[in-house]
């Protein structure tokens, strides 16, 4: 660690000590705000629902780019990271040449998105394992074709944040590191969701083993319920603080490992009303409420 960087940690951590709330902008995802309104009227209702970022997914047509662009200068409302589009349609392990040149493509456009907006991260899932894919195929396919995207994400400068999601790889957080690890690249980091790892995990773990490797962070709650009317235990996503993850372990992991950046609800959307209850319970968990 470089003495810039272990005083940037020691700030954040000084801040943490002082206040007990995290330094972490609040976003949310731009498909969580209501489809009918303008670009700029979704930005305007996000902020006003106090929420300080977005998240966008990839957007191909230049003009809605541009729209997209105006919408985040007219509103204040940051652009702080795109969700690549194309990952699970054309995932990088894939066997097919084709299928692989969809996703590198729509990996450039994302990055191309991100320069033009200011975000400084895009999303990947990096691979996909299933019946014609390994495990280690799956890894070292997704490795090669990531390397080969490195150069241009530099000279863009944004960051590839690979996700761990439901697509059977990347099962535990020491090999979550170990993935990031190997790029041995500023440029390519972990974007970890919080909710994802509940069925196999607790979240505060991986956060302390990943630690520095976090570039961002998706925020969900999942809960394990019986249904009476099934007879059955049901796992699903849930709304902020309403499920089974322990949030006050979450803010502590995130204290421990110095965490300072972005973290975007991903849940259902709704109307403003849905849309300002969400960000008052992002905020009594960034408060360690």
């Keep these: 660690m470089n003495r810039r960087v272990f005083l940037a940690a020691s700030a954040s951590l000084a801040a ?28 305007q209702l996000a902020r006003d629902c106090g929420f300080e970022e977005i998240e966008i997914g990839t957007v191909a047509d230049p003009k809605e780019a541009g729209d997209i662009r105006k919408a985040a200068e007219a509103t204040g409302l940051r652009i702080h990271s795109v969700m690549n589009s194309d990952h699970w349609r054309f995932p990088l392990s894939s066997p097919d040449k084709e299928v692989v040149g969809k996703c590198v493509s729509g990996m450039e456009t994302s990055l191309r998105n991100a ?15 299933d019946g014609k894919t390994s495990y280690g195929d799956a890894w070292k396919r997704s490795q090669a074709e990531i390397r080969k995207m490195i150069p241009l994400a530099e000279k863009l400068k944004v960051v590839i944040a690979v996700e761990e999601v439901w697509n059977k790889f990347l099962l535990s957080p020491l090999e979550f590191a170990r993935y990031v690890d190997d790029f041995k690249s500023p440029w390519v980091r972990a974007y970890f969701d919080v909710g994802n790892v509940v069925l196999y995990g607790y979240p505060q773990d991986w956060i302390r083993t990943l630690g520095k490797r976090i570039v961002k962070l998706h925020f969900k709650d999942f809960s394990f319920r019986q249904d009476a009317s ?36 991903e849940l259902s959307g709704g109307d403003g009303a849905y849309l300002k209850d969400v960000n008052d319970r992002f905020e009594r968990i960034l408060q360690g409420a």
Excluded: C, Q
Excluded at 236 to 259: P, Q, S
């Design 16 to 43: 943490y000590s002082a206040t007990g709330r995290l330094p972490i902008k609040k976003a949310v995802l731009l498909s969580m705000l209501p489809k009918n309104l303008a670009f700029k009227d979704r930005f």
């Design 230 to 265: 099934i007879k059955k235990r049901v796992a699903d996503f849930v709304n902020l603080r309403d499920g089974d993850i322990d949030w006050k372990e979450i803010h502590a992991a995130l204290g421990e490992i110095g965490y300072k950046g972005s973290a975007t609800v």
């Design 115 to 129: 320069n033009e907006w200011g975000a400084d991260t895009v999303l990947l899932v990096p691979a996909v394992v």
